[in-house]
Each structure stands twice: as C-alpha cells, then as structure tokens.
C-alpha cells in the first residue's frame, strides 16, 4: 500500500485517454515556459504538464506553475509491474534535472514485441501518439511504469467513443481489450 496521497479527484481509464486526445487535436507545441489552454483547463506544455491535465490534477495554481512536475507526478502514483500497463498509466523517469526527467501516457502494447504505443509531449514536438520500445530507447534502466492513485477502471463507454485504428489496424493486443480512442474532430 503506497504512503502517498492523490492530489486530484477520481478519473476514468477513459476520460485520461479523452483528455490526452484533446491536446493531440490541439497540436500543442511542447515548451518547459509555455502555457496551453483548453476545455480541461490551463498547463504547462510540457510532458508534466502533459500528464497533470490528463490526470485531472490542479491546473495551474501558483505553487505549481501549470500542473505537477515528474517527481509530484511519481509522488500521486505507484509502481506497478509492466505487464500491468493499461492505458492512462504512465512510464516516468522520475529523476534527475528538467533536462532529463521525462513522462509518457501509455497507450496500448503493439504488435511488435517490445513496443507500446504513447501519447508523448517532448522537446521538439507537438503532442504525439506514437509507438516507443518499451521502457524507451535512451536510459530504459531509470524508466518505470506507475499508476496514479485516483485512477477508476470501469466506466460506460460513451455513444461519441470510436474505435481507432492506426494504418487500418486497431491499437492494442489482440490478445486483450482495444483500446478505444475518442474520435478527433
């Protein structure tokens, strides 16, 4: 049982993914010092920031500066094992500097062994949903998987839910449940 407490209210598996997509139909730009603003709210555009607004966690309140850090975010989730990853959990590099602490919002394994599909905000990039080796390719030592700690698992799926599908194949394993991604206007 974790020591640490959520910072945020409860949230479904599915309105993570709903919330996550809404940056991705934004193409936000990443930036450490910007700021993006939408129906969830207003956060730092970073992969941070990223996940705080996915999460449901506070927007921007002055301590804070647009959502929890890398080491806040470890701090309102637990560890969990690998093979446990569903979507909305993420794989965090905790620790180290803002030039290299990093978060990622798991999405779904893929096809290929080894491989997992994100949705990322990096340096460099507008927000992403791409595929990734498992943990990542630079440092996969000091990367692992967690769970935030208000994370709910079941919820109705909305009649607005769709099915996505990457070069015509559905994302996940087909071994498991798909992954169901809130079609983008």
Same mark, same amino acid.
Not at 26 to 32: I, T
Not at 137 to 164: C, I
């Given at each position: 049982?974790?020591?640490?407490?959520?910072? =945020? %209210? #409860?949230?479904?598996?599915?309105?993570?993914? /709903?919330?996550?997509?809404?940056?991705? &139909?934004? @193409?936000?730009?990443?930036?450490?010092?910007? +700021?993006?603003?939408? /129906?969830?709210?207003?956060? %730092?555009?970073?992969?941070?920031? +990223?996940?705080?607004?996915?999460?449901? #966690?506070?927007?921007?309140?002055?301590?804070?500066?647009?959502? #929890?850090?890398?080491?806040?975010?470890?701090?309102?989730?637990? *560890?969990?094992?690998?093979?446990?990853? &569903?979507?909305?959990?993420?794989?965090? %590099?905790?620790?180290?500097?803002?030039?290299?602490?990093?978060?990622?919002? +798991?999405?779904?394994?893929?096809? /290929?062994?080894? %491989?997992?599909?994100?949705?990322?905000?990096? =340096?460099? !990039? &507008?927000?992403?949903?791409?595929?990734?080796?498992?943990?990542?390719? $630079?440092?996969?030592?000091?990367?692992?998987?967690?769970?935030?700690? @208000?994370?709910?698992? !079941?919820?109705?799926?909305? @009649? /607005?839910?769709?099915?996505? $599908?990457?070069?015509?194949?559905?994302?996940?394993?087909?071994?498991?449940?798909? *992954? !169901?991604?809130? #079609?983008?206007?």
């Amino acid at each position: 049982m974790s020591t640490a407490h959520a910072a =945020g %209210r #409860l949230i479904h598996r599915s309105e993570i993914v /709903e919330r996550a997509c809404s940056w991705l &139909r934004d @193409s936000v730009l990443y930036g450490q010092t910007r +700021f993006h603003q939408n /129906e969830h709210g207003v956060y %730092r555009a970073d992969c941070s920031g +990223f996940v705080s607004m996915a999460w449901g #966690l506070p927007g921007r309140p002055e301590d804070r500066h647009g959502g #929890l850090d890398t080491p806040g975010l470890a701090a309102v989730s637990d *560890l969990i094992p690998a093979q446990e990853l &569903r979507a909305g959990d993420v794989i965090i %590099r905790a620790d180290g500097t803002n030039l290299t602490r990093h978060v990622v919002i +798991f999405a779904a394994w893929a096809e /290929e062994p080894g %491989r997992y599909w994100a949705y990322e905000q990096a =340096g460099g !990039h &507008r927000t992403r949903l791409h595929v990734l080796d498992y943990p990542c390719k $630079t440092g996969p030592e000091l990367y692992v998987p967690r769970r935030y700690l @208000s994370v709910q698992d !079941h919820r109705r799926r909305s @009649s /607005e839910s769709r099915r996505k $599908t990457v070069n015509g194949r559905n994302i996940g394993r087909s071994t498991g449940p798909k *992954l !169901h991604i809130p #079609l983008l206007r």
